[in-house]
């Protein structure tokens, strides 16, 4: 039992570090801190630096031009990310898309659709969730005939985040509705730019359009976009729920924040005294820190248990459970800390055109936003409700 | 011992609740606020119309009402509804404390107010007071037979909506003091006076308010010299019975929804209501909205006992008001799933505002020292 | 809507405070006052001090040498009894069976056992509970077969109050077997010096043999004690289950709690100054407290609201569940102000016999064995669980 | 990072999880407490043969372990088997300071704690001094070249078992000064001594110790004069590191209980733990206990660290080991119901301990302030 790193991986922190200081830029990494909007392109300026260096994408084998980090290694990238206020990578196409496309989807495939994961030339968006279908992933409706060479796609996906940036989607689409719910799913490639798809955002509580409804009408697929075979995407589509998922916790995440509403309860002055200095505020702070302390050990154990081989089952889902609500509990507070100065809602300034700031500090504008955009963390990806029941039911065995 | 409402403010409730049902429209007000307009005149008339002004100023003024049960009826039906309308700055402060220190000029204005013609203001907050409402920097200098207020006010509810503000100036003291503090009624045109407005995350409307060597003459003055600070605290006493009030309408609001959803949305090919955590989470739920509706019965019932008295209800009232608020909103998104967190459902409307209820007037942590404080006096 | 008492109500309040304070013997209120256990002497004693100013049966006819009081005057003798530390009256016989037996008894029952109740000849426990059934009482095994003008009783029930104390039981026995579960239960009134009755008690969490397990070895009853009709005892039972819990969420017992918990925190020195200075724990009280406001009126408009003659469904559940956390809270925060002071074990000073204390504050014995204690608030009389079902059940229509 | 243990110690935990398991009995233990007999010799000279005490000391003074991560497997076992016997006041703290700062003389007792031959208790919270290590009334006076030990201690952890104390005084400074602090080893049955010893109410033992003109030669004295208290401070850290993660089996053990009591127990005729509030409750339950041990794996870890980082995991891991021990002790019981107040199931015995290890050594609002204090320092 030993809660040091080793030297090694302590000189790639250092080295994680020094390339954040040098190479993230002011301007993106000052919206991350300030809770502002990212653009698209802001997004793909990351990415290209990431690149550069090769470490865009931490999971995948070098001969893809991944990184390959260990669990470790990723842990501690994501932690410095976080720290130096670093842009979230976008999922879909790196820690999403390519885990299935290495383990089911042929060379041929890999080949054409990674490179281009890497260059900025796709961008990919998660066709899973349908209207009405909730937690309930694999209530798939929407229907994919297979006509000659391609697939003609007809239906709609739900809560598509960033699918107004996106050119490609990968979709669970049902090829054979006689099946039981689970059997005759598919798991397929679309261009968004085919003829029949049409993308509609979705305004969320926070004002901002960060999901998207796509609708496909008649859509024809090759089949060559297919990935594996057909009718048994429902496996990929659960391989990815249950495999990937080492920040799941978003330790990183929780501890930059806190770092920010430390900074934050220093600075704010409550009825006379800093609001750090305020007993209750400051005992919320300190609760806040001490499960987080105790997280990153969770998150920890199960990291090393899994870089051991050993598969996270109720674990994975512990940590989603708890790391969620510790995330959501952080943006509660900072926007408490922001007092009345929470209340004004300023797209332009979150939006980053207008650094014109209203009234109030710098950090306030975005904290009502934020902590309402984040409900979402214990709602998509698994509801904490299913993975509560994950976790019974892994103990209960009933 | 009474837990009924009086014959004409059951009567009242029911009307509200009724009309408001028929004729509010949600989806009209989130176009309203997309175009970015802060209320909609025509709900303003109609509100005035049923009486939700009246029914908030005593029969002196020309109102109905004016009684904390007043309040608390007129602010559940309209956090039911969800209205965006400027009720609570214009007629429950800057009109209440022209009622309570106005001369029978000043006072008249207030017709105005009860039939929805004119809008005020009150322009009391400024930028770091945070919830403390003794911090006043704002000044108002004698100048031979004039006053000059310089100073900034900032969160003004419906500041760029309104005719007439209500300011609150520093004549006498320091920063903390809370005498000194005097309180002028000033044209929202005068020279001097610059507004910028914006709209709140919750869809209410404020806005900034530069003082910048405002003239007024003496008449300006609402009450006497240096001794408003006592009226400003009972404004704000039934302010916060308002907002409580409001939220436990939203949280009924919220409430429904959620019923209704349970027993509508089916996953795994049943009603999710049929489970059983989210029925014992309900469960938990409805009792604290049986709390928060105590909570505002016990405020209204006292908003006129001793002020040690009827600030122990106020800070009771709005640290469990504040808690309950948010865990309806929580709890009721998250029973939702995602589509409680699209601004086209309405419940998005009533989480917003339960939770920026509890930005106003001071917050749970805030009212829950202050509850401490006035326990230990 | 008027909150406050009428000049009745109020003359009422005042004459009970003045009675508590001029009959109530100092040597049981102080054994209250300090969490001590009360010796079946002690309940007994006040028992007819109350009888003899005709307010022990707060709820029955006035015929019967009851109070009739309505609902806000029970709640007012029940808030000055806590108030002036009286014992909580033991409610088998008093709230419990006396219902019972004016709804559904005969009148020559009435006039056999009601007089018994008033005048301490009877202890009453109740034998409702049976050993694996839990919360789910219609699961009666205790069998009743009629022979001749007797019932022959076998079989067990446990979690009986007090039944060390008591010389008569009323029972749930199955005497059909073959119906459905909640039909075939009759209701039976049995002497405990029966032969074949047999009481062993059971040791708690908190030291005490507070419950008992009661076992019936063919025990004869004659059928005169049947109360109502034979199979039809599920009927009465569910009755006592939905009506006069008039003190289910225990507000009198909070506020006395309250009461104590202030002047413990207030003379607790913890770190050079008062515990009640301690902002942590000023929180704590103050959050209960300000729970309990409003408990109060969520308590006086259900009460109301049933003196009305509107029948309380979910909302009495809404009280045992936040009633007994609050209650809990409180027995929680008693405990924690003792600090060091909880761990000693007394029980000879919890029994009164011994007043010399060892060590530590007077009130710092009773307060880990009366929270553990207090946790079957939430258990017994139908679980928070079960109530939270019927809450949500009653407004889900599910 | 490595979050195996050793092979060694993983070795000592599977040994004494199964031979506890086997051999520790709930019912025995249950009959010694109500007998009013504080522990079994017996269990206490097989704990010793096990190793439970030399794991707790470094080989220097005759043990096999001493580091964090011995305290946190050896207490987590005990916690898990629910033991009463005399080991955290005997060996950790007592003998402990021993190991610390006694001269080699004095070292040489800690051969007999070790083979379980002989008890130590520490002697030094004061009647009023609640959770505070420094308030010291208790004086120690030289006299010619004697020292007299006179005052009072409370809560000794078996002190009336003990063959030996090591008792705080007072040479120097005022109440609740850190320096000025002195330890003395004192026969059990020197004159002046009295010792009135009782059960806690989770079983282990406790006494009060009138110390009333206690003659002493200097040699009594374990190390500098007045320079005790970092040493006592170290000495409560391991020993809140060990209740940690005694805390922690028992929330396991109670955690196991209950599981099987889902499994098994059936209502309405299916099992409860087919209930999906008691499910989802379990979930939670199951959290926090995972927190919890890497709250005790962070402590361990850092308990040789620098003063101010320790003193941090210190109450961090107090304070969260703290709030999950009572979830679980409350849940536990309330998911069993009825049967899991009996005294004669074990669970009765896992919540009082639980419950009553967040008395020892400061509770959750303790220490989440001095956390909060350590931080701003």
């Known amino acids: 039992m030993d809660l040091s790193f080793t030297p090694e991986q302590e000189a790639f922190r250092a080295e994680v570090r020094a390339f954040m200081a040098a190479n993230l830029p002011k301007r993106i990494s000052e919206k991350v801190r300030l809770g502002k909007r990212l653009s698209k392109q802001d997004s793909e300026d990351w990415n290209a630096i990431l690149n550069d260096r090769g470490w865009l994408a931490a999971n995948w084998p070098k001969e893809y031009g991944g990184a390959e980090w260990d669990a470790v290694q990723r842990m501690i990238f994501e932690e410095e990310a976080c720290r130096a206020n670093a842009p979230r990578l976008v999922p879909f196409g790196l820690t999403m898309l390519a885990p299935v496309l290495f383990a089911f989807g042929t060379e041929e495939q890999r080949q054409r659709f990674l490179p281009k994961v890497l260059n900025n030339e796709h961008w990919w968006c998660q066709g899973y969730s349908e209207p009405g279908a909730g937690s309930d992933l ?15 796609v007809n239906g709609q996906k739900t809560w598509t985040t960033l699918g107004q940036h996106a050119n490609w989607i990968f979709c669970l689409v049902r090829t054979n509705p006689e099946a039981k719910k689970q059997e005759g799913i598919s798991f397929l490639l679309i261009d968004m730019k085919s003829p029949g798809v049409t993308v509609r955002p979705i305004v969320l509580i926070d004002g901002e359009a960060e999901v998207n409804e796509v609708f496909f009408d008649n859509v024809r697929v090759p089949v060559e976009n297919l990935v594996g075979e057909q009718d048994k995407g429902w496996t990929y589509a659960k391989y990815l729920l249950t495999h990937e998922r080492t920040n799941i916790a978003g330790v990183g995440f929780s501890q930059a924040a806190l770092a920010t509403l430390k900074t934050v309860a220093a600075t704010t002055m409550a009825g006379g005294r800093p609001l750090a200095e305020n007993p209750h505020f400051a005992a919320r702070m300190a609760q806040v820190e001490i499960d987080l302390m105790a997280m990153q050990t969770t998150n920890l154990r199960v990291v090393s248990a899994a870089a051991k081989g050993q598969a996270p089952g109720a674990e994975s889902s512990m940590l989603k459970v708890k790391g969620t609500l510790l995330r959501q509990e952080l943006t509660s507070l900072l926007r408490r800390a922001a007092g009345p100065d929470a209340m004004p809602f300023l797209p332009e300034y979150l939006e980053g055109g207008d650094n014109q700031l209203p009234n ?8 009502a936003p934020t902590y309402f955009n984040m409900r979402k963390l214990s709602i998509f990806g698994g509801s904490n409700e299913i993975q509560r029941t994950i976790i019974s039911k892994s103990i209960l065995e009933l | 011992m009474d837990f009924n409402l009086t014959e004409e403010r059951a009567m009242l409730q029911d009307m509200l609740q009724r009309v408001l049902a028929e004729t509010y429209d949600h989806e009209a007000r989130r176009k309203l606020l997309a175009e970015g307009k802060p209320y909609d005149a025509e709900v303003m008339a109609k509100l005035a119309e049923l009486g939700v002004l009246g029914a908030l100023f005593p029969e002196e003024v020309g109102g109905f009402g004016g009684a904390g049960f007043d309040l608390s009826v007129v602010f559940e039906e309209l956090g039911r509804a969800g209205t965006i309308e400027p009720i609570l700055g214009n007629a429950v402060l800057a009109g209440g404390l022209v009622a309570a220190l106005g001369s029978e000029d000043q006072k008249a204005m207030l017709n105005e107010v009860i039939a929805g013609q004119a809008i005020l203001a009150f322009a009391h907050s400024e930028p770091t007071a945070r919830y403390d409402l003794n911090q006043i920097s704002t000044k108002a200098v004698a100048e031979g037979d004039k006053i000059v207020l310089t100073g900034t006010k900032a969160h003004v509810l419906n500041g760029a909506e309104a005719n007439m503000l209500v300011v609150s100036a520093r004549e006498a003291g320091e920063d903390h003091d809370q005498d000194g503090i005097s309180l002028f009624v000033v044209p929202a045109d005068a020279e001097g006076v610059m507004i910028t407005g914006r709209l709140n995350i919750d869809g209410t409307a404020a806005a900034m308010i530069q003082l910048e060597g405002v003239v007024l003459d003496t008449s300006a003055r609402l009450g006497e010299p240096g001794k408003a600070y006592d009226a400003i605290e009972t404004a704000v006493a039934r302010a916060i019975l308002a907002v409580c009030a409001e939220a436990l309408g939203a949280m009924e609001a919220a409430k429904d929804l ?111 020292e202050r509850f401490i404080a006035l326990n230990a006096a």
């Open chain 1, 138 to 152: 694999a209530a798939v409706k929407t229907r994919a005939v297979l006509e000659g060479d391609h697939y003609v």
């Open chain 2, 258 to 368: 959620t019923i209704n959803y349970l027993k509508e949305r089916k996953q795994f090919g049943v009603a999710i209501g049929k489970f059983q955590a989210l029925q014992h989470r309900m469960a938990d739920l409805l009792i604290e909205v049986e709390q928060a509706r105590s909570a505002v019965v016990n405020l209204a019932g006292n908003i006129n006992a001793p002020r040690d008295q009827r600030e122990r209800y106020v800070s009771a009232a709005k640290n469990l008001v504040g808690r309950a608020g948010a865990l309806v909103a929580e709890e009721t998104i998250q029973m939702h799933g995602g589509i409680g967190m699209t601004d086209e459902y309405a419940l998005s409307h009533f989480a917003r505002r339960l939770v920026m209820i509890d930005h106003l007037f001071g917050d749970v942590d805030h009212h829950l």
């Open chain 1, 360 to 367: 109030g500090p710098e950090h306030a504008p975005s904290a």
